[in-house]
Each structure stands twice: as structure tokens, then as C-alpha cells.
């Protein structure tokens, strides 16, 4: 099998919109992973627009990013996010067993 879908996975967004989801790729050789977000599909004339802007050096206060690089350095936030949820999922219903 091909190593690249081996290693490659889909987080779906809670909303089920498929332009949400985030897909991750593990790099077998170290411990990174590397996560996409898709872009929003726009008309040509929006995303001609954009392009002359960030071209000219727009920053939007959003940022533009379509990938983090997710490794040691910066994991902890994964699992403060991890830690969050399972939290906050626990406290809404007591008696339901944590699923790991």
C-alpha cells in the first residue's frame, strides 16, 4: 500500500460541511504531522483580487494559511485542545465512561 495513505487521515468538522474538514498526513521518518485546511472556493474575480493584494503585500487579520507543520514544539497545544473537550464533554455528562 502506499505509504502516503497510510499515514493520511480526515478530522471532519463538527458541522459535516466537507470544507471544513482538516486533512493530516504523519511523517513516518519523524514525529511531525503535517495538517492542511481548504481554502474557500471563491469566484475568479475574488480570488484574481486577493491575489493582486497579497501580491502587494496585504495582510489580512485573519492570516492566509492552508498548512501548520504540528510537531514537538507546538503538540502541547493539541492536547490542551484534547484536554478541553474530553473536560468539558465529562462535565455535561457524568456518568458517561470516557472512551480512549
Not at 29 to 56: A, C, E, H
Request: net charge negative.
Amino acid at each position: 500500500m502506499n505509504p502516503f495513505i497510510e499515514n493520511t487521515g480526515v478530522i471532519p468538522c463538527g458541522c459535516s460541511d466537507i470544507a471544513h474538514h482538516i486533512l493530516y498526513v504523519k511523517d513516518p521518518d519523524d514525529p511531525t504531522i503535517y495538517v492542511y485546511m481548504q481554502l474557500t472556493d471563491q469566484p475568479w474575480y475574488r480570488r484574481l483580487w486577493r491575489g493582486i493584494k497579497y501580491i502587494f503585500g496585504y495582510k489580512c487579520r485573519f492570516g492566509m494559511y492552508d498548512e501548520i507543520i504540528v510537531n514537538e514544539d507546538n503538540i502541547h497545544y493539541f492536547l490542551e485542545w484534547n484536554e478541553h473537550i474530553v473536560l468539558k464533554t465529562t462535565e455535561q455528562k457524568p456518568d458517561a465512561p470516557i472512551e480512549e
